[in-house]
């Protein structure tokens, strides 16, 4: 099990603002990521170091968007200002979160803007809406060309994940415990004020460390 990426929700402004003040403070540009045609959503990508990613992510105006616990997990963090909405966690089995979570995992696919599809199945995204602290979980369909692994290393490093939430809750829903770093990443919880979820992350970028 790995960190695979980190989700930014668009403000009410959409999807290009959001990318281009996030360019501003990491000195790196995004990708175009494309249309998630299941979820009713869309991304831009920037890649990271270790064959991590941001995504920044939007809802579309699209029948998908309201069924699926993806696109109502964007609509909501959108509806309160845009911010950090999920961390992900890439793994080579699914079936043992199908069997602890009593349900089957959903497949996903995103159409890049040049016509290829990657495709993967992920489980947890109604944990998310419940409780936003807790992550997801991914495993890849598609071959390692199309992953977002193959945009290369990045020239910005994940550094620190801060979430207002706790630790137990988090270990449990993992299954192990996950410890003061974890996959090269500092983790750090506080008790939160308000609705539990990702407080704040830190990156290595270009320019040095940066705070989001």
């Known amino acids: 099990m790995n960190i695979a990426n980190l989700s930014f929700a668009a403000g009410p402004e959409g999807l290009l603002p ?12 995004f990708k175009d990521g494309g ?3 299941r979820f009713g959503t869309r991304n831009h990508v920037l890649p990271l170091t270790h064959s991590q990613y941001l995504e920044v ?4 105006e699209h029948p998908a968007a309201d069924k699926a616990p993806f696109g109502q997990a964007v609509r909501a963090r959108t509806a309160m200002g845009g911010g950090w ?3 992900v966690m890439e793994v080579d089995d699914l079936r043992p979160f ?3 979570l009593g349900r089957e995992a959903v497949h996903g696919s995103r159409q890049f803007p040049d016509g290829r599809r990657l495709e993967w199945e992920q489980i947890g995204v109604r944990g998310l809406l419940n409780d ?3 992550p997801y979980f991914i495993r890849w369909i598609s071959e390692p060309d199309v992953r977002p692994s193959a945009l290369g290393q990045g020239s910005v490093e994940l550094r620190k994940i801060e979430i207002a939430g706790s630790r137990h809750r988090v270990d449990a829903w993992l299954g192990f415990e996950l410890g ?3 996959d090269g990443v500092e983790f750090e919880f506080t ?8 407080d704040a992350v830190t990156f290595e970028t270009p320019n040095g460390l940066v705070r989001l």
């Open 35 to 37: 249309f998630h045609p």
């Open 85 to 87: 909405m999920a961390w």
């Open 191 to 198: 008790a939160p004020n308000g609705q539990p979820g990702i």
């Open 98 to 100: 199908e069997e602890r």
């Open 18 to 29: 959001a990318v281009a003040s996030l360019e501003e403070k990491l000195g790196a540009k």
């Open 57 to 60: 992510v939007e809802v579309l």
């Open 180 to 182: 003061d770093t974890f």
């Open 132 to 134: 936003p602290q807790l």
